[in-house]
């Protein structure tokens, strides 16, 4: 056939060929097509590979244009042969659309199918697969469950991906198969590469959900090779791990919710039980342990975070989800800041992720505050979108930011969307409800509202009035007075109705006008609509209960009307109403209870969110959209009561045996038990690990800002490491016996080894947290090369021994008269010796703790060795920045003497680690009681805090004699934001109301860095997160001491030493330009602040602040500026 033929018929047929059929019923419209493929059809039967692969590429353009090429089956079915790999890769691509629809014509290959999957190729041997699965027909599910299983076992991880894709389609097919593909996908979730992972956990999800005991052994692989999956498979890795998390770890914020609990029931306890109330709870909290975060629930927490900043939606949206699931409640707030960017993008995003902050901002509505107008609504945004960002500006709204937000609703009232104006009303509503103080003034504004033109404007503000008045009707009486005069002018039926109500059921608050009212509407009785009519009867009725002198003949006028209304709801009223309240011979017993029935007191109306039980549906998901349980929705699980056992995650690994023999000493061995955890999918030993160098790896609970005792947390899992070591130990004996001269001969090295070993474990912040920052540094690229082989990481594990045994020198160098232990000694022994010397170090170094999570090792072993110097260091010797000198420590006013009737109470941020919970702020107070009399009882009550914000109140004070002071210290969580603390200051007569603000500078704690983990550090803390400005350094800020003292009294940092190992005894000569750095992380969630000073000539200066958290570095850099200007 020529060119010019094929043309012809493509474009429909020859010239003498009508192009329409006169019968429109026969289809004729159509008629041009039963040759249009014939050109196609000719090229596959070509011997040239060259026409077929172009035709084959025709045809699939044909099909992505959504064009049918079903007739062509028979022809391209037969080059499913064809030789040439181009060819068929297309042909299988065409397969896969129409096997399901020809599967007679596709069964008759089905041999060629099975000799495609054993083609070298491996792209083939995944499409043969592909197509193979396509087939729906029962009768070749054992040959599929067969190619299934070749591909699981295949070479390449594309083919092992077909194979987990094919999975669910087999068992969709034929459920009994479950059984055998759950042993394929156990199989599959062994492999170790990226991309096979999202697509087995996919086939997981669908075929066997319920199995976790599959997930254990390959949780720790996931949480390592999840930054690396594709973002679809990271989707659906994240939720299955979310559930996972669920029913394995214990509830971070177990000890939050049962204070809550308990604040819950002393507020309903009468005042008698209370005092016992309060003594029985305190001491079930003080018999439950510490909450301690397993390493593997960190694990998760660690490595998902890095995904917040992915490019794909949904990936952000998963791991919000699980953060708000899982994170303890502290560190929920970093997930505000990437859903807040993600409302930057398409409607259709926006509306999903606006759903998930209107739930979220019900119970964590403090991380949501610092982003509140990014949820200001934009006149371009669409109604369903307007009305989710009204819904979380209302959930937003406190005592703080509600006259802001009540100036956003006031413009947003003129607004042509209907309903978003009724909408914003009812807003209006809500914020008036929840914050009392402007009650007042949005019943005002809505009262204004009813004189609006718009009908549905009034209506909806009548509504919300009603239920405004409802609450305090007595204090509002004035309103109800002006709604009664307004009733000449609105004319919607539904605010006439609703008038009449508030009348009718406040009738003795307007004695006068009630009547009168009664009286105008009796006139225009026949006129109104049914509804108004309805609430006329209502009115009549309960005024004549209450006032049957003025209204007896009224009221009789009104039920004879509605006797003979047209509505026979209106009638059969009237005839109720009358044998209710008149008074007859017939009437029944209810005559009596009349008053009771008509005036009974109505509970106010509760203005809820409608997202306020949302939460029980997994954020993200269908079901939560919808608020109905989706098909295939999977119930997010309870929290256990108590902790699963952590060892089922364990993975023995064989080809770990032969590393055992190479180590040439004890403290190799143990070496690499600590790396094994942290580093591979596969790990020998149990959860909480050995010492405070493996602590660190496994990323346990001491790593979290929200535990609630990181001492604690260290002393746990020594405890548990303890265990598993004496378990290794009996079964190691007759190695431990062959190695005994070997110990003997490195009798010098071990003392030195030990005291290195007890000084990591102890329980001081800065020490556990040192090596963790050097060996996080290089976790994601170790992690990657264990994922391949095992040759790389056993390299990384001698690099890093290597290391160890050089600092351990240097020690050794130093101090060796400290360590005297006898070489010999059991490990168990060590360990008690270490417990005992870190309960020394938290006593004798109390400001310690306030150290951050960044130190090399040189560094921390050089400081380790001045530690052990002597443990009576005094705070003066010990980084001499870290405490401000007392007299630039700040007292403010908390009680003026006055205002307290004799009770004066100051105080001041004294920058000391709180020791019962590391990320609250110490806050110490001085009372002093300037009356004649003593003062009993001073305690704390009703703490009203910003979501997220918690209070560690101090122990009461029983007495206070005249004349005296007393001082003491109470805990603040204030979140990272400069929010003031509210609560009540009582005595044992009086109650004062009172508020404790901080500035910006005392929400830091000391961070010691070098020079060079500085700049690192500042290098990851660029753009946004960096706040530059120039400034002139005021007069006195005339040399080094000053600056320094300057920066320190703002902000409690730290300066960073001079060069890169110990600071500088000797002053170097000052350079042109003098830079001094300064650095400290955030209580609360330790976030690291970086300030530099640089200092030009003339008194010129730039100060710059690095910070992840954006509006802590501005208010840091403007109080900074403040200081140094003067």
Known sequence: MSASSAFSDEKGGSASEPEYGHDPASGGIFSSDYKRHDDLKEMLDSNKDSLKLEAMKRIVAMIARGKNASDLFPAVVKNVACKNIEVKKLVYVYLVRYAEEQQDLALLSISTFQRGLKDPNQLIRASALRVLSSIRVTIIV????????????????????????????????????????????????????????????????????????????????????????????????????????????????????????????????????????????????????????????????????????????????????????????????????????????????????????????????????????????????????????????????????????????????????????????????????????????????????????????????????????????????????????????IQVPMARASILWLIGEYCEHVPKIAPDVLRKMAKTFNNEEDIVKLQIINLAAKLYLTNSKQTKLLTQYVLNLAKYDQNYDIRDRARFIRQLIVPTDKSGALNKYAKKLFLALKPAPILESPFKDRDHFQLGSLSHLLNAKAGGYQELPDWPESAPDPSVRNVEVKDSIPEWSKCTSRKDRKEKKVEKPFYSDSEGESGPTESADSESDTGSGSESASASDESGSGSESEESGEETESEEEEEDEEKEKKRKKRLDKTKAKKPAEESAESEQSSGTEDRKRGRKAVKNQKSASESESESESSESEDESEEEESEEESESDTDIRKKKTPVSKQPPKQSKKESKKETQEMSLLDLDDFEPAPASAPVTPVNFLSSSLVSDLEGLSLTDTILAPTTIAPSGLIKMYELLHRITGEGLAVEYCFSRQPFSPEPNMVAVQIQFTNNTNSETKNLHIEEPRMQSGMRIREFAEIDMLAAGESVTVVMGIDFCDSTQAANFQLCTHTRKFFVSIQPPVGELMTPAFLTENDFKKEQGKLMGMNEISEKLTLGEKCVNEHVIVERVTATANLSRVPCGSDKECSIPPPPPSAPVYRFAGKTVSSGCLVLVTVTTKEGGAAQLTVNCEKMVIGTMLVKDMMQALSQ
């Open 142 to 489: 054992p040959i599929m469950m067969l190619a299934i299983k070749e591909a699981a076992s295949d070479m390449s991880p594309y083919v092992r991906k077909t194979a987990a894709h094919a999975i669910p389609k087999l068992h969709s097919l034929d459920p009994e198969q479950k059984d055998q593909l759950i042993e394929v996908i156990e199989k599959l979730l062994a492999d170790k590469t990226t991309l096979v992972a999202g697509s087995v956990v996919m086939a997981f999800e669908e075929v066997c959900p319920d199995r976790i005991d599959l997930i254990h052994k390959n949780y720790r692989k996931l949480c390592n090779l999840l930054i690396d999956v594709e973002e679809w498979g990271q989707v659906v890795i994240i939720n299955m791990l979310t559930r996972y998390a669920r029913t394995q770890f214990l509830n971070p914020n177990i000890n939050e919710s049962l204070l809550e609990e308990s604040s819950d029931k002393a507020f309903y306890a009468s005042d008698d039980e209370e005092d016992e109330d309060k003594k029985a709870e305190v001491a079930t909290l003080a018999k439950r342990k510490p909450y301690v975060m397993d390493p593997d629930h960190r694990l998760l927490l660690r490595n998902t975070k890095p995904l917040l900043q992915s490019r794909n939606a949904a990936v952000v949206m998963a791991v919000a989800q699980l953060y708000f699931h899982l994170a303890p409640k502290a560190e929920v707030g970093i997930i505000a800041k990437a859903l807040v960017r993600l409302m930057r993008s398409h409607s259709e995003v926006q509306y999903v992720v606006l759903q998930n902050v209107a739930t979220m901002t019900i119970k964590r509505r403090g991380m949501f505050e610092p982003y509140l107008k990014s949820f200001y609504i934009r006149s371009t945004d669409p109604t369903q979108i307007k009305i989710l960002k009204l819904e979380v500006l209302t959930n937003l709204a406190n005592e703080t930011n509600i006259s802001t937000i009540l100036r956003e609703f006031q413009t947003y009232i003129k607004s042509m969307d209907k309903d978003f104006v009724a909408a914003s009303i009812q807003a209006i509503g809500r914020c008036a409800t929840n914050i009392g103080e402007v009650r007042d003034t949005c019943l005002n504004g809505l009262v204004q509202l009813l004189s609006n033109r718009d009908e549905l404007v009034v209506a909806e503000s009548v509504v919300v009035i009603k239920k405004l008045l409802q609450m305090q009707p007595e204090q509002h009486s004035d309103i109800i007075k002006h709604m009664a005069k307004l009733i000449d002018n």
